[in-house]
């Protein structure tokens, strides 16, 4: 929900203030600050008693313990991170299509209102269904979204773009920390999910950086092309990924 009243606060706030990004700026501070002082004031650990390790959980054996099922969704959750770079682009891409620019944040909120409304009843279906699956399924609508996004040159065709991504983020968002979960040891998740997001961190550094470059070089379309190709790709792989629950 604050993914997309951030942007529609934006938005209104552009309009007031004709363009005046630093103002927004300026107030986009104060739930900033709102969230830290939760994290400091209203956060409190468990009473429960916590065993701490006196060990370092990063070392051969244990890396060797998070076996071949867990390796599999790591790198696969790395891989499928070069096929969605930073979402920025989707803002810059409505730009080119001549959407006035105080109304530009509205692309964020069509995003994530779809998010909104498809991450509860996609992961209700995880619950129930295949994770490959469903990831492959998270994938073609990803597919579809670059190709609609390379290939349209009116704002009806970048919203629709925006919407297929926004489904693709429901379908996908938890789905590989899900996963992970299942595969690895689990006294061994939290060191599954550090390598997980140390390669997701990478990798969207990679693909962004690589997406920017395809931008400029060969214009907007070929950006969302790559991603499109990268996503075939991780299709493939998916299919490698062995479904295995941890006891």
Known sequence: MGGFLGPLLAVGLMLLWSNDFRAVYWVAVVPAILAVALLFFGLHEPRTHVVKATTNPVKK????????????????????????????????????????????????????????????????????????????????????????????????????????????????????????????????????????????????LIASLGAGLLWDIWGSASTFFAGAVICVITLLLNQFVPEKQSN
């Not at 994770?131 to 073609?140: E, I, N, P, T």
């Open 61 to 204: 054996e244990n890396l060797k313990r998070l076996g071949v099922h867990c390796w599999w969704v790591i790198g696969l959750g790395g891989v499928f991170t070069l096929a969605r770079f930073s979402e920025a682009f989707l803002v810059l891409r409505a730009q080119e299509v001549n959407i006035p620019l105080a109304l530009i944040p509205l692309v964020m909120v069509a995003m994530n209102i779809v998010f909104s409304f498809t991450a509860y009843p996609f992961g209700r279906l995880s619950d129930r269904s295949s994770h490959r699956r469903l990831l492959q399924m998270g994938l073609v609508v990803l597919i579809m979204a670059d190709l609609v996004l390379a290939l349209s040159d009116t704002w009806v065709g970048i919203i629709i773009g925006v919407a297929l991504w926004g489904v693709h983020m429901g379908m996908t968002q938890g789905l590989l920390n899900t996963m992970i979960a299942r595969t690895a040891p689990a006294d061994l998740r939290g060191t599954a999910f550090g390598f997980f997001s140390l390669l997701s961190g990478m990798g969207l």
